[in-house]
């Protein structure tokens, strides 16, 4: 069985006119979806730019052909009220001094990942883009060969899973068996997945019984938070402590899942807003020069591992599952910029380790990391890697080609 579905809308950003800096339009952006066939491509969608208004609610505007999807399209009432702290605060200081891997050690070139339509990577990955995981935030039933690991995606609203079926889970699960499956995509942005925090420990919960009885080899992927900052921190602990009061026991996760973007938490403004059931109006006020701070990026998931640690899930791997640059050459992210900023971050994940890390993997704190994106005709250009209409490398991609290729020679 096969559904499509139109695109869903992705963040808002910030837009400035030519005559003054202090104006500022909302970019409402389509997340890039795609087909459920085995040769799934981005979709397309129209940009929309409207003036900033403060009472605003952006809504999903997903489509579905199937009646047993069912989109999210309205913020839930539900709230709780959190005083998320000004700025981060380091808890723990990032070493790489003499931490010995063990048997759950990934050899450095294996810990690379790459989003977007399939198409588009097979090509790029044909040409000589080499990543080893694949995400395209669908379930497949035909996932891409090759020597690639395709993660399945279950997509969410707060009614239930939406974008697949039971069915299709199902048929993606005799036929990948041992695969990883994410729970929900951004579940803490109001555009995108959208459920209160109470609502996805019951959506998770039904997710990972319905695969585990299929298949015990399964690894369940937490969604991921579409950043590592307190308020978001705040929404997870709200999802672990419902998992606890209504199941009885903790949240059972095999595999740990953060996004590593850099962006505003103010309800009504530009960046992710506020996460749906959460009571307050900011949280990180983040502004355009920092999107592309390796310190805040380091610091962000240095943090994140310290409260997986306290939270009890410090012997857990950990997956970036997006990061990337998102805002436009224009504001001053051009492909120098945005090279720059991915191969520090690939020195960063590569080399940052602590107590708090995964053990089993020489005590590093991120174990895989999904760039955004492969190709993209029309939201976040900056950022791809592969041109695919005229199937050729960026210059960006040919700078992960360069580091990828230096670190294989390296042994890594």
């Known amino acids: 069985m096969k559904s499509k579905s139109k695109s869903d809308n992705r963040w808002q950003l910030p837009a400035f006119t030519l005559f003054t800096a202090a104006f500022l339009s909302i970019l409402i952006i389509s997340y890039p979806g795609q087909t459920t066939s085995g040769l799934a491509t981005a979709s397309k969608a129209t940009m929309v730019a409207e003036p900033l208004l403060p009472t605003r609610t952006p809504m999903a505007l997903d489509t579905v052909e199937s009646s047993t999807v069912v989109p999210a399209t309205a913020t839930p009432a539900s709230t709780k009220t959190v005083e998320p702290t000004p700025s981060p605060t380091p808890t723990v200081i990032a070493t790489t001094s003499s931490l010995l891997p063990g048997d759950g050690f990934i050899p450095d070139i294996e810990r690379f990942g790459m989003t977007g339509g399939i198409p588009e990577a097979m090509l790029a990955y044909d040409d000589g883009l080499q990543f080893s995981h694949l995400l395209n935030w669908h379930v497949m039933v035909d996932a891409p060969t090759r020597d690639i690991v395709f993660w399945q995606m279950v997509r969410l609203s707060e009614e239930g899973i939406r974008q697949t079926t039971w069915e299709m889970i199902e048929q993606a699960i005799e036929a990948y068996p041992g695969s990883n499956w994410l729970v929900g995509n951004e579940p803490d942005v109001k555009w995108q997945d959208n459920v209160t925090p109470e609502r996805y420990a019951e959506l998770y919960h039904d997710v990972y019984t319905f695969i585990k009885e299929r298949d015990p080899d399964a690894k369940l992927v937490i969604g991921g938070v579409s950043q590592s900052t307190p308020l ?23 595999i740990w899942n953060v996004h590593a973007f850099t962006l505003r938490e103010e309800a009504d403004s530009w960046g992710v ?25 380091r610091q962000n998931l240095i ?38 900023f991915m191969t520090e971050s690939f020195d960063m994940f590569l080399s940052l380790a602590n107590e708090t890390g995964y053990a089993a993997d020489g005590y590093r704190l991120v174990q895989w990391w999904f760039w955004y994106i492969v190709h993209e005709d029309d939201y976040y250009p900056t950022g791809i890697l592969f041109d695919y209409p005229n199937h050729r490398m960026t210059p960006l991609g040919d700078i992960w080609i360069d580091y990828v290729n230096r670190l294989s020679a390296d042994g890594g």
Request: aromatic letters at 12%; glycine letters at 10%; hydrophobic letters at 35%.
């Open 232 to 254: 978001r921190r705040a929404y997870l602990d709200i999802v672990l402590d419902s998992y606890q009061a209504k199941y009885g026991e903790p949240m059972p996760v095999d």
């Open 303 to 340: 943090d994140f591992r310290a409260w997986m640690y306290e939270r009890g899930f410090g012997d857990k791997p950990l997956v970036v599952s997006e990061y990337g640059i998102l805002m436009p050459e224009d504001y001053g992210f051009d492909t120098a910029v945005i090279g720059k």
């Open 273 to 297: 807003d506020i996460p749906p059931g959460m009571d307050v109006q900011t949280g990180m006020l983040y502004e355009i020069e920092d999107h592309n701070d390796v310190t805040i990026l």
